[in-house]
């Protein structure tokens, strides 16, 4: 059974840095993207910065583009996400999703069988 647990979230100030990390356990498809989503009220889930498993190419939303960055420790199942300069409209819920291919690219939500539960940032102006 596969599991991703987010945690990391909390309050930040605007400019400030926070980083997220996604514990991935009974995952072992390499040949797919492990990736950061997030999600505000009223809004579609969005990707923001994705990591393909097998080679460790990273790609990343326009809107977080030199701000955000995402690794993975592969002894500890670990993805993270380093935030900095964050922005109030960074705001939202971050969820870390897998299963994605190189044929569905991986901004695309649906292409996800996997998700964690999510974990709130706040950034405060």
């Known amino acids: 059974q596969v599991q991703l647990v987010e945690s990391g979230g909390g309050s930040v100030q605007a400019g400030g840095s926070r980083r997220l990390s996604c514990v991935s356990s009974g995952y072992t498809d390499n040949k797919t993207f492990m990736t950061w989503f997030r999600q505000t009220p009223g809004k579609e889930r969005e990707g923001v910065a994705a990591?393909?498993?097998?080679?460790?190419?990273?790609y990343y939303a326009d809107s977080v583009a030199g701000r955000f960055t995402t690794s993975r420790d592969n002894s500890k199942n670990t993805l993270y996400l380093q935030m900095d300069r964050l922005k109030s409209e960074d705001s939202a819920v971050y969820f870390c999703?897998?299963?994605?291919?190189?044929?569905?690219?991986?901004?695309?939500?649906?292409?996800?069988?996997?998700w964690g539960q999510g974990t709130q940032v706040t950034v405060s102006s």
């Open positions: 990591l393909y498993i097998n080679t460790g190419a990273t």
């Open positions: 999703a897998a299963g994605a291919t190189i044929w569905t690219g991986w901004t695309s939500r649906d292409a996800y069988k996997y």
